[in-house]
């Protein structure tokens, strides 16, 4: 594929950086990433993977806009509010791109569909609030053997891991299992600063760039936890447990289980 | 005469950085690792950039040859791959 | 004696556990965060009985959800 004079202008600040360059801007527009949740994280994702390029964007979400979505979920405007996330999030993509194909999914990632929903992609973006959720979609991409970016964010901190299944850990190396129902604070009881989800979730983009492209060294076997408070990133270095349900030697989970429905409003997981 | 022969030509008078090494990086792309290019390029601010730009990244710069036009040519050997 | 907690070098007396650390910290969520020392976790029945030594490096590590909602 050869870039047209249009495309050399769009992507011209990707390709004049040496470790992108033609080739790799080739490989974002031949790249395939999911982002599931169209909200505070999969928003800023879901932009600059637009404006990057990227061939193909998944993008899973059943919700539809609300007012207090609005303080951080960037990719919504206030005329969206009732629309579904996901088409709303589809037309911002295609404004900024339209060289792009957004495939807009508007459900919830659950036990049935989770393993559908990520074929086809190469990189896989979680950008979910609900802890089921996050332990879904790491138990059904490290038995995939897709690589994703796990993200979290809470009050004026955040957290990030990039896992690539067999080459490093997974985020139930770190947690075994998810917390009970309100056993710890979610978005909505504990608040979270709007930019937060712009800063993690700009990097969860970020990780999805450099994997596609080959740049740089992913955030594998370490954990990215920032506190806007004291302004400090620190990266915390993680090893796969032996032990682990599902990357370890004897795996107890084989098939993805559990749902997600939506947790922040305090119902049942 | 030169010690080189050149396997592609590249213009880039008719646009702006930073397009313009832009143009020579795809231009580039396109040659094995040797092989010489001749970019077309205007005086001021694309003779100023674009040889540093393409010596940055590792090439070999052999010649830039003054048209006396208010253009240049730069003549440029792949380096790696 | 001196450890490092999450990044910062602290004085604690000897003898002191994982629990007895999460305690000390003011760990919110206590029964819910992940904890490493040297790069391994502790699990989460052995944080009385794991008893920390001088120059031990501890994490912690919290569930984060967000994002979506």
Known sequence: ??????????????????????KGQKRLSEGRVLIIGAGGLGAPAALYLAAAGIGVIGIA????????????????????????????????????????????????ADSDNILDLISGYDFVIDGTDSFPAKFLINDACVIAKKPFSHAGI?????????????????????????????????CRQAGVIGAMGGVIGSLQAMEAVKFLTGAGQLLTGSMLTYDALSMEFRKIRIKARDGCEVCGKNPSITKPAGGAAPVCEGIAL | ??????????????VVCPVTFVKVKVAM??????????????????????????????????????????????IVRKQGD | MNIVVSGTLKEYPE????????????????????????????KSGELDSTVLRGGDVVEFLYFMGGGRR
């Open chain 1, 1 to 22: 594929m050869a870039f047209s004079n249009e495309q050399l202008e769009r992507y011209s600040r990707h390709i004049i950086l040496k470790e992108i360059g033609v």
């Open chain 1, 61 to 108: 979400d059943a919700d539809a806009v609300d007012l207090s979505n609005l303080q951080r979920q960037v990719i919504h405007s206030t005329p969206d509010i009732g629309r579904l996330k996901v088409e709303s999030a589809r037309e911002k993509m295609e404004a900024i791109n339209p060289e792009i194909t957004v495939k807009a999914e508007p459900v919830f």
């Open chain 1, 154 to 186: 809470i009050r004026f901190r955040g957290q990030l891991m990039t896992c690539v299944p067999q080459e490093g850990p997974c985020y139930r190396c770190v947690f075994p299992a998810p917390p009970p129902p309100d056993a710890v604070p979610t």
């Open chain 2, 1 to 14: 005469m030169a010690d080189y022969t050149i396997d592609a030509a590249v213009d880039i008078t008719d």
């Open chain 2, 29 to 74: 792309d396109e040659l094995k690792e040797g092989e010489v290019i001749s970019v077309r390029m205007n005086d001021g601010e694309p003779v100023q950039n674009v040889p540093r730009s393409v010596k940055d990244e590792g090439h070999k710069i052999l010649k830039l040859l003054d048209n006396g036009d208010g253009t240049y040519d730069l």
């Open chain 3, 15 to 42: 003898g002191l556990s994982v629990s007895r650390l999460i305690e000390a910290e003011n760990i919110e969520t206590p029964m819910y965060v992940s904890v490493s020392v040297n790069d391994e976790f502790v």
